[in-house]
């Protein structure tokens, strides 16, 4: 594999990478469930291509936000009802994974600038 991808794409712990992947796979499943009760038969071949290219970039678009949102609150706690913060973490998730293909190069970019300093630690 080329250095610059392993740089990249190898940014993210093993840990990390298929935690993220595993909860993005709800998006395709929720899809692909509604999908087929609809009265089409076959999904087309972009419509495949995204869903597998937004699920496997989700895990560093969520990279990308988690740390927006670190920078942005600090160390604070917010107490709050658990079902908003559950209902607000579905949203954040879903759009991370609609966007993946938007953000997630952010992430890569950020992990392959990055990955001499975290080698060197």
Not at 55 to 58: G, I, K, R, T
Not at 106 to 119: E, I, P, S
């Given at each position: 594999m080329h250095p610059a991808l392993?740089?990249?794409?190898?940014?993210?712990s093993l840990q990390s990478y298929i935690r993220h992947f595993l909860?993005?796979?709800?998006?395709?499943?929720?899809?692909?469930?509604a999908w087929s009760h609809s009265k089409s038969e076959w999904m087309s071949l972009a419509m495949v291509l995204f869903l597998s290219v937004s699920?496997?970039?989700?895990p560093y678009s969520r990279f990308v936000y988690e740390g927006?949102?670190?920078?942005?609150l600090g160390n604070n706690?917010?107490?709050m009802n658990a079902f908003l913060m559950l209902l607000a973490k579905y949203i954040t998730m879903a759009?991370?994974?609609v966007f993946a293909v938007f953000v997630a190069p952010?992430?890569?970019?950020?992990?392959?600038?990055?990955?001499?300093?975290?080698?060197s630690q």
């Open positions: 392993v740089k990249s794409f190898g940014g993210l909860f993005g796979l709800i998006f395709p499943a929720i899809f692909i469930f699920s496997l970039l989700y927006v949102v670190s920078y942005i706690a917010f107490f759009f991370c994974w952010v992430g890569l970019l950020y992990l392959y600038f990055t990955a001499d300093k975290r080698a």
